[in-house]
């Protein structure tokens, strides 16, 4: 699964890092990830941008990918 540390991409580039994962504590099953995203890059990520959890290459690595 998804670990701390693991990569986010934005656009193809890694813009930062995972921070932590917690299963929200409701009903609902959802998960939180919290990113530390570079400044530089947080201006360019819109609220309509939509967060996935992708696996990277063979080895089989889990990365946040955020959408433009």
Known sequence: ?????????FGGIDVGAVKSV??????TGRVEVA???KD???RFIK???RASI????LVGN???MITM
């Open 1 to 9: 699964g998804l670990r701390n540390g693991a990569s986010v991409r």
């Open 22 to 27: 917690q299963i929200v504590n409701d009903t």
């Open 35 to 37: 990113m530390r995203i």
């Open 40 to 42: 530089e890059i947080r």
């Open 47 to 49: 609220k309509d941008s």
């Open 54 to 57: 992708e696996t990277e290459g």
């Open 62 to 64: 889990k990365v946040v």
